[in-house]
């Protein structure tokens, strides 16, 4: 489910175009469907990787041995494990976005992809529970791809077919989402399930290492067709085709223009904290924050004993919901975002898209109270997990949005990066405490009835309220960035 990452100046009452121009729209250009399609394959690997880890980190963290036979308790160390990532790509992801305003933005991916490929293995082949913490943190300060990815999304549209190009983002995270828990779900523990295929005495010591395996062969896969065929995207590192025009005045005014665009992707960072900028990526962090709490606390719900309020699905089954979950939202994203921004207008579809935070909160407690009432998990259960996932899916078309309002917001296309970055920086900030917040929220409230083991939720109702106000602070128009 994902996940998905990642992302105006003047009066904003002010139309874009003269009033008597508003009638003839501008013709849409047509995506570079090669390029935009490398893009989406390198987004698409990186949420397989890291959402294949969600349906059995709760029982690996119980086999670890580390909670003392406290179910209860596993939360807290589920939360740490999955914050981790985000505490390491907080400290690097601004450096790794400034980067690519210099070299490019094609080095920068490679070396995110590697990164997460070496955690990847080393996170299968850990047997401690400070294993994971290295493996994590590793994963997070060598892979600042998240900013660098809308970035170069960024270079490759205008504003006639941004949100055609920012609805990918979203799709594949959610195509990831759908792929990665199958991953994890299916191929966990692979002794216990082909006990004759995998009878070696290595699977029984690293029982969690086949779903990291696979997940690390997709993400070389990304490498190998990044490295060969995506283009770069950075103007100043862009080769040149070689014409009698380009050759007659690449030493001339190109070269100055060229310097000159170096010096403009190195302003200060302060310089681009204004009202116009910083709106746009607050919302993005709340939003973060909000969005990594569902995904924590779906497979610990899911995964915890009946007993304690939870639904008490195993890793399989959890992988399995999941994956429909991420099915479901990236379909829908796909066939229907774009066209309800246009209709609806970004602002309009972000605010309302917020505004079903709530209603997906109520559910974990109606879930509870329909297994407490009953004794089992039955059809009442399915509806209203299928209720929940409608939720989502609304709630998910926020992220297109918030992407195009933070790319539209940079003062111009060479501090994309910069501007990306500070996004990507925030957002990882909000998924450090939100992953964290959830699950330790949610391990408290059930350890001690705190308002019927609900007050996890009442917490993150309370916070998706702040989300809804600063929605309202939204420009209403996406401003035209074209040149």
């Known amino acids: 489910m994902t996940h998905r990452m990642d992302e105006h100046t003047s009066n904003e009452t002010t139309p874009l175009i003269p009033a008597e121009a508003s009638s003839s729209k501008k013709p849409k250009t047509p995506l570079p469907k090669l390029q935009i399609g490398i893009l989406m394959i390198l987004q698409l690997v990186e949420p397989i990787a890291s959402m294949s880890i969600f349906p059995y980190i709760n029982q690996l963290i119980r086999e670890l041995g580390i909670t003392g036979g406290d ?57 401690t529970f400070w294993g994971l913490v290295v493996s994590r943190c590793m994963c997070g300060v060598l892979n600042g791809n998240v900013g660098v990815m809308k970035t170069m999304m960024g270079e490759l549209t205008d504003s006639t077919n941004m949100a055609q190009g920012f ?13 990665g828990p199958l991953i994890g779900g299916t191929l966990a523990r692979p002794q216990d399930n082909w006990p004759g295929l995998f009878a070696h005495p290595f699977w029984s ?11 690390a062969c997709a993400i070389v896969v990304g490498f190998l067709i990044l490295l060969c065929f995506l283009e770069e995207t950075l103007s100043t590192k ?9 050759l007659g005045i690449s030493n001339g005014a190109d070269s100055g223009n060229q310097q000159a665009l170096i010096q403009s992707s190195n302003v200060p960072i302060r310089s681009l904290l204004t009202p116009t900028i910083v709106i746009p990526i607050a919302n993005y962090a709340m939003l973060a924050l909000l969005d990594i709490a569902i995904m924590a606390l779906l497979p610990l719900f899911f995964s ?40 609806v207008g970004p602002k309009r579809l ?16 109606i879930m509870s109270w329909l297994v407490h009432a009953r004794g089992v998990v039955d059809h009442a259960i399915t509806f209203a997990l299928l209720g929940q996932l409608a ?9 297109g949005t918030v992407f195009m309002f933070i790319t539209a917001s940079a003062p111009t296309k060479n501090v994309l990066g910069a501007v990306n970055g500070l996004g990507q920086t925030s957002a990882s900030m909000a998924r450090v405490v939100g992953p ?48």
């Open 304 to 343: 915890t004993p009946t007993y304690l309020g939870g639904l008490g699905f195993t890793p399989s089954y959890i992988g399995s919901w999941m994956a429909i979950f991420a099915f479901v939202n990236g379909t829908f994203q796909a066939l229907f975002f774009a066209k309800i921004v246009d209709r």
């Open 167 to 179: 609805a990918l983002i979203p799709i594949m995270w959610c195509i990831g989402g759908f792929i």
């Open 391 to 399: 939720l989502i899916v609304t709630w998910d078309m926020a992220y």
């Open 436 to 483: 964290a917040l959830a699950t330790s929220l949610f391990a408290f409230s059930k350890e001690y009835n705190i308002l019927y083991g609900n007050a996890v939720y009442v917490v993150l109702i309370m916070l998706a309220g702040v989300l809804r106000w600063l929605g309202s602070q939204l420009p209403d128009e996406i401003q035209d960035r074209d040149e």
């Open 350 to 365: 972000f605010c309302v898209s917020v505004s079903c935070f709530t209603p997906l909160m109520l559910m974990f407690p």
């Open 205 to 215: 010591k690293y029982p969690y290492f086949l779903p990291c395996a696979v997940s």
């Open 71 to 127: 179910d209860a308790a596993v939360g807290y160390y589920a939360g740490i494990i999955e914050s981790l990532f985000f505490i390491a790509q907080t400290l690097t992801v601004l450096r790794w976005s400034r980067l690519s305003d210099r070299i490019g933005r094609k080095p920068v991916l490679l070396v995110g992809l590697s990164g997460t490929c070496i955690s990847m293995l080393c996170f299968g082949l850990s047997t």
């Open 238 to 246: 862009r080769r040149p085709k070689l014409t009698s025009a380009t």
